[in-house]
């Protein structure tokens, strides 16, 4: 993985193999600044979901079901800080794939999954948030830990076995499929009805969904607002008052990771579909794991709860007996 010296002349990944890809010239600078920009970059995601993880496993008080599905997002989140991010971009600094075949595609697999297995989880936080706002009397029964447990077990089953089966049908670790390929080159080509297939199975039918499901949770939130505010004061109108606030303020925080998370993919997307400049795919693929590093963010700007818990982690406060028992809340909140 030598960065390019003096020799102009044309280098290849793989010299002593004749189908070799031809390797990519870059200076020294170049090299030490884009190893420590990624470097950083995987460091930021990896801490900020890990500070996710241990905020929600750790303390009783947020054991729901919402902030399970939370939980699972932040695991994914954390994979593509630890997998996806360091293994990206060795493979566009060097640019070239110096791990094999098997493990190109086993890469390929994970990173798949990863992705889909976010957008799950966000359909299913948006049907959480669906039923706590449009049916909060059933939320109780509707919504358990059992259940949104199976759930998200689920949601990490069928991105595994889908994208899987994505691969394994498209003859990726066929090496008569891949022998147009030169050696060195880490990309699948997926037939026309797999790319229609995929397209719809794991992208616009989740986000049509979720899309549909926040219309309907905004339109309720602001039927409510109204109902409220033409109600004089009372203890049960104040108290229903708080706790519509609080769901409320839940369904917009998730809404905005939602927004983020689309606001991220639309544009690969579109660009992957109608343009073919691998610059433009480069930087919008990019854009889609930097968001991995921007939920903890809107975490910490709208729950008062995880500024409190990273406080305690950060501390290491966690450590003392029965901080798990801590109560970190000072209001009615999800």
């Not at 409220?228 to 708080?242: A, H, P, R, T």
């Not at 995880?306 to 999800?334: D, M």
């Amino acid at each position: 993985m030598a960065y390019e010296t003096e020799d102009h002349g044309t280098q290849y990944c793989f010299p002593a193999i004749n189908s070799s890809c031809i390797k990519g010239k870059r200076s020294r600078h170049e090299y030490n600044i884009m190893y420590v920009f990624f470097s950083l970059l995987s460091a930021w995601t990896v801490f900020l979901n890990l500070l996710v993880i241990i905020s929600i496993s750790h303390f009783k008080k947020l054991h729901t079901p919402t902030n399970l599905l939370i939980l699972s997002l932040a695991v994914a989140d954390l994979l593509v800080g630890l997998i996806v991010i360091p293994t990206e971009a060795i493979k566009l600094i060097e640019t070239c794939w110096y791990f094999g075949n098997n493990v190109c595609g086993l890469f390929t697999i994970i990173i798949n999954l990863i992705i889909l297995a976010s957008l799950i989880n966000l359909v299913l936080i948006a049907v959480d948030r669906y039923v706590a706002v449009c049916h909060p009397l059933l939320y109780p029964q509707k919504i358990t830990m059992t259940k949104t447990l199976v759930s998200i077990c689920l949601c990490w089953f069928w991105s595994s076995a889908y994208n899987t089966t994505l691969i394994i049908n498209n003859g990726y670790f066929n090496t008569t499929h891949r022998s147009n390929v030169c050696y060195g080159d880490c990309s699948i080509i997926i037939t026309y009805a797999w790319s229609v297939i995929d397209l719809i199975l794991s992208f616009l039918s989740p986000c049509i969904l979720i899309i549909t499901l926040y219309l309907r949770i905004f339109h309720v939130v602001h039927k409510q607002v109204k109902v409220i505010n033409s109600l004089k004061g009372g203890k049960c109108v104040m108290e229903g008052s708080v706790r519509r606030k609080s769901e409320s303020k839940a369904a917009l925080t998730l809404g905005i990771i939602v927004t983020v998370y689309l606001l991220c993919w639309i544009p690969y997307y579109i660009c992957s579909i109608l343009v073919s400049s691998s610059t433009n795919i480069n930087v919008l693929t990019w854009a889609v794991y930097t968001n991995s590093g921007l939920n903890p963010l809107v975490y910490a700007f709208f729950y008062s709860w995880f500024k409190k818990t990273v406080k305690h982690i950060l501390t290491l406060k966690i450590f003392q007996p029965a901080s798990s028992l801590v109560n970190i809340f000072t209001e009615h909140q999800l």
